[in-house]
């Protein structure tokens, strides 16, 4: 009751910040997905109840340093016009006020759930640059491995069927975020050990990459054998959403194969652990 009393007071407190990151998540369609985000740390949380066992809620002293520290960078913020620092310290607020509330252990049970609400700082679009020149050299390389010509110059590239370019849209920066923020919920459910979570998220960052650059060029070659029939309206965005699903079932699938098979022993490990350190 206390804590959602003070959360409500903070969203309240700083409405403004909080009302501004919403409407990036509803005009930026590379941070839709950001509207799950709380629900999905709402589950994470409920689904670690059982290793909250025999754990009392106390005081954190140490948190009130941390919201300390995120109100000089809201301050910052707002002095420099820089939105990402107030983004950042209004998502730390949540954060420090649950963690001085519910105490050090509590909160290191659920230190991922906490950390899972800064998925929905809207932040990556300097990315975007470098992602549209990595999309193009995969682009062209397939092109060149089926044996069809291709100029390029920047992100203008002719074949000899039509011309194109490889658009901010055509970065796959909502891909590659959405793949890590998804895929961080997944490794942190499905692995239990450090090294199958490094593989895996360092595989949410090689697939979406790797991915769109394949999606690029089936894109193109769909339209130079269609002779720019199809991929070209709004299918172009259809099939690019369908490819991406495809690509989350893949990575999931393979994720699969070298989870932690032992969950069972696992949970009733840790609950004894956390039953016996009361």
């Not at 985000?37 to 948190?63: C, F, H, K, N």
């Not at 640059?129 to 995969?138: C, E, I, N």
Request: charged share 10%.
């Amino acid at each position: 009751m206390v804590i959602g009393l003070s959360l409500a007071v903070v969203i309240a407190t700083y409405f403004a910040t909080f009302a501004d990151m919403v409407l990036i998540w509803w005009n930026s369609s590379t941070f839709n997905h950001c509207f799950l985000i709380v629900p999905i740390a709402l589950y994470l949380i409920a689904e670690s109840r059982a290793r909250l066992v025999g754990m009392r809620p106390t005081v954190a002293p140490l948190a009130l340093l941390f919201l300390v520290s995120n109100g000089l960078l809201w301050s910052i913020g707002l002095l420099l016009g820089i939105a990402f620092f107030q983004h950042l310290a209004v998502v730390g607020f949540l954060i420090g006020v649950s963690w001085l509330l519910i105490g050090p252990r509590v909160a290191w049970a659920l230190w991922f759930p906490l950390f899972y609400f800064y998925f929905g700082v809207p932040e990556g679009e300097f990315l975007v640059p470098y992602l549209q020149d990595w999309t193009a050299k995969v682009l062209v390389t397939m092109l060149r491995i089926s044996n069809i010509p291709v100029f390029i110059e920047g992100r203008y590239l002719s074949i000899p069927s039509g011309n194109f370019v490889v658009a901010e849209a055509c970065s796959g920066i909502n891909y590659l975020i959405a793949t890590v923020s998804v895929g961080s919920m997944y490794a942190y459910l499905r692995f239990h050990t450090i090294w199958r979570r490094v593989v895996f998220m360092l595989l949410t960052v090689a697939v979406p990459l790797i991915a769109n650059g394949l999606r690029a060029y089936g894109i193109v070659m769909i339209a130079h054998l269609s002779q720019y029939k199809y991929a070209m309206g709004i299918d172009h965005y259809i099939y690019g959403w369908l490819f991406f699903g495809v690509v989350i079932f893949i990575l999931f699938a393979v994720g699969n194969t070298f989870s932690d098979k032992n969950d069972a022993l696992y949970e009733k490990t840790s609950i004894h652990w956390v039953r016996s350190d009361k």
